[in-house]
């Protein structure tokens, strides 16, 4: 199984739809790694992590077929990471006699299963969707695969907003932590209950100078990194990575990679494909 990054930018991308700053520009003409869309993951074929207004956008780049789908975690509903009008389309498929009835569940707090109950539609009544809502501290194992998600409060300006620990069958152990200021001192008691061999923290505002607000910066994502090494909550492989940048952060990939590599600290891209095993 793999997690593939399906984007790295924060809500406005890069580059931003209506910017024409320096790193926008340099963005645009160089391409590649430096062009970003909103932050999101598929884990195998079976599961999304947010889905938000890039998510057609993505299942066209990286021909993911999105009629496998059966469990979206959504993190926060903010609109970069969760785009209910986008999943109003399940009711659109179109079956073929003897087709498998599309067996779908999507997971998220109080405040992101309001926002599906209440999306403009004009849907009927036959819209079928599972919603199942998510619970701090309360695992959720998924009956198939084994796969178990635990949610953890994320230090984010927005209700409802959380991480995901996830545990694999074969013991593997990710943490999904972008939309996150400095972690929360519950975040870190979750955390020390686990040791981890992949890593995913929030490096949004970049070279800016942060106090509080919803996100790090780059310099507080490598003092958290150094700190859950510290306290031995990494196994000793185990591979961070940061993600979900913003442009108004004044740094473009070779800058990421050149504050962050030293450290053995990986800056995420679009496409970024992770082996876990």
């Known amino acids: 199984m793999n997690l593939l ?84 389309y399940h009711y659109y498929r179109t079956e073929e006699p003897g087709d ?21 539609t004009l849907l009927p009544e036959s819209f079928k969707l599972k919603m199942d809502e998510v619970f701090c501290h309360r695992p959720i194992v998924l009956q198939q695969s084994g796969i178990v998600f635990n949610a953890i409060p994320a230090n984010h300006k927005c209700p409802g907003a959380v991480n995901y620990i996830i545990q694999l069958p074969n013991n593997f152990t990710i ?7 400095l972690f929360l001192p519950e975040t870190w008691e979750a955390l020390a209950q686990y040791r981890f061999d992949l890593m995913i923290l929030d490096a949004t505002a970049g070279k800016l100078v942060i106090q509080g607000g919803s996100h790090m910066n780059a310099e507080q994502a490598l003092q958290t990194v150094q700190k859950i090494r510290a306290q031995g909550m990494a196994k000793e492989n185990c591979r961070f990575l940061v993600n979900h940048f913003a442009h108004c952060g004044k740094m473009l990939h070779e800058d990421l990679e050149s504050f962050f590599l030293p450290h053995g600290i990986e800056p995420a891209f679009d496409g970024m494909l992770i082996p876990l095993q």
């Open 5 to 88: 990054v399906c984007g790295s930018g924060s809500s406005e991308a890069i580059p931003a739809l209506f910017c024409a700053c320096r790193y926008c520009e340099e963005a645009w003409r160089r391409g590649g790694k430096d062009r970003r869309s909103r932050t999101a993951y598929m884990l195998g074929e079976e599961i999304k992590i947010d889905f938000g207004p890039d998510v057609l956008y993505h299942r066209e780049k990286y021909n993911l077929r999105f009629d496998l789908l059966r469990h979206i975690f959504i993190t926060h509903p903010h609109k970069d990471h969760f785009a209910p009008v986008q999943l109003l």
């Open 100 to 120: 498998a009835v599309l067996d779908l569940t999507l997971h998220g707090s109080a405040e992101v299963l309001e926002q599906m109950r209440t999306a403009p």
């Open 175 to 181: 943490f999904i932590g972008t939309d996150s200021a």
